[in-house]
């Protein structure tokens, strides 16, 4: 008897095991048994589940919306940088279509020119409000040297006013020190088309009896020596007659827009247009 | 009386978060804490008369009757476990948080292993037991994590009754 109740949990246990055992091997054998407790456990928790269930449907909830959140957030910024880079990449073939359309032009107009012409980039604008010069990327060691006409497929641009070994400087027609031989196209009329102080481009030296209209279209006389004949310079806008004596002179507007300029082709004296324009 | 109270609270709220709370969240697969095996070491640990062990199979009994497996299957598993810890306690010195943490994470694993074995005895289980098992660590991960806070619920709400931890 001491045994047993100095025992009495070992015995137990061991008991409870034994029944477990029994009840699990009769309970996996007899299918259709069934536990009377569960059944009654059931019906009692039942309600309680239906609630805990609630909770934790509501609670996966809540954590699903923020999964998504942080994955719509994520999404969100991978789109953007997606449009960004997008934009970024159709800015850069925009600007290629148009540098494209650019050199095709200006191969167009190397075409029509005969002798050696060099094809060169605007890399800087003269900053000074007094002089009207571009610096162009091409220099001595390209066979670029002071006094050569520098052309683009619109008309003429100026001439190169210096170069050094890599960079050339061009000074505009729109310069005060520039100066173009140049001819009227319809009444041949001769004159010299200068720059002004302020930017502007007159055709000075014009006789008082010149045949000169507005819209008249002015082009380089190719007697200078530099530019070759037939190049278009512009295009008069004003007739000025108030000078007494001999002389009359135009406001002539070029047909480059210099101030956008970004391709040129540097020509030497020895070039000809073979093709004027119409 | 308390404790026995505190006890039935947290085994019928371990049974309804077991059932219900951890399967409705949305993580992939669905680790739950076996809280009934926290509380069948603390039953162990702390009530070493027939009704300790009686409560035990008991506590596996309903574990069965909620969970749809064979009737005396988790039975038996809480009873190794009372029986083990029971042994355990009498030799080696279980009071410390950690101690008991360890021996939760123990008594978790081995109910799985007891568990599975029978089942296998018994020409019940014919899974693969590698899977089985990993989820079963993990399962015991969880509920060796929620042992401290259910030990200071039941240990706050225990009378002198019985004899005490060593």
């Known amino acids: ?278 | 009386m308390r404790t026995a109270a505190v006890i039935g609270l947290v085994v019928g709220f371990g049974l309804l978060v077991q059932t219900t709370l951890f399967h409705a969240l949305p993580f992939g697969v669905h680790p739950a804490p076996d809280i009934l095996v926290v509380v069948c070491v603390f039953l162990g640990l702390h009530r070493h008369t027939v009704g300790g062990a009686v409560a035990a199979f008991v506590l596996g009994y309903l574990q069965d009757a909620v969970s749809g497996s064979a009737a005396g299957l988790n039975a038996f598993g809480m009873v190794v476990i009372y029986l083990l810890v029971y042994l355990t306690c009498r030799r080696l010195w279980v009071d410390n948080v950690l101690s008991k943490v360890v021996l939760v994470f123990l008594a978790s694993c081995l109910k799985s292993i007891a568990v599975l074995a029978v089942s296998a005895l018994f020409g019940a289980f014919d899974g693969e037991w590698g899977p089985t098992l990993s989820s079963m660590m993990v399962n015991a991960a969880l509920a060796a994590a929620v042992a401290p806070l259910l030990f200071a619920l039941m240990t706050g709400a225990r009378l002198p009754e019985g004899r005490p931890a060593r």
């Open chain 1, 1 to 278: 008897m001491e045994f047993v109740r100095r025992n009495r949990i070992l015995l137990t246990t061991g008991g409870l095991l034994l029944v477990s055992l029994l009840l699990y091997s009769v309970s996996i054998r007899s299918q259709p048994y069934r536990d009377p407790v569960g059944q009654v456990l059931l019906d009692t928790l039942a309600p309680f589940q239906a609630v805990f269930s609630l909770i934790g449907r509501g609670a996966g909830r809540v954590w699903s919306g923020y999964v998504d959140l942080v994955g719509a957030r994520r999404d969100n910024q991978q789109l953007q940088e997606r449009v960004a880079a997008l934009e970024s990449e159709l800015l850069r073939l925009g600007e290629l279509e148009r540098e494209n359309a650019r050199l095709a032009e200006l191969l167009a107009f190397r075409a029509r020119l005969q002798g050696i012409a060099y094809g060169a980039r605007v890399i800087a604008r003269d900053p000074g409000p007094l002089s009207m010069t571009v610096t162009i990327d091409r220099g001595a060691r390209d066979q670029i040297r002071r006094g050569m006409a520098v052309l683009a497929p619109q008309g003429v641009v100026g001439q190169i006013g210096d170069a050094s070994h890599t960079a050339a400087r061009v000074v505009l027609l729109t310069d005060h020190n520039s100066g173009i031989d140049a001819i009227v196209q319809r009444s041949r009329a001769r004159g010299i088309v200068q720059g002004g102080m302020d930017g502007s481009c007159h055709m000075n030296y014009l006789s008082r009896d010149a045949d000169v209209a507005v819209g008249d279209r002015v082009l380089t006389s190719g007697l200078d020596g530099i530019f070759p004949k037939g190049v278009l310079v512009g295009e008069v806008v004003e007739v000025s007659r108030r000078h007494r004596g001999l002389l009359q002179a135009a406001v002539v507007r070029p047909s480059v827009a210099l101030d956008r300029l970004e391709e040129v082709l540097v020509v030497d004296a020895t070039a000809q247009v073979v093709e004027p324009p119409a």
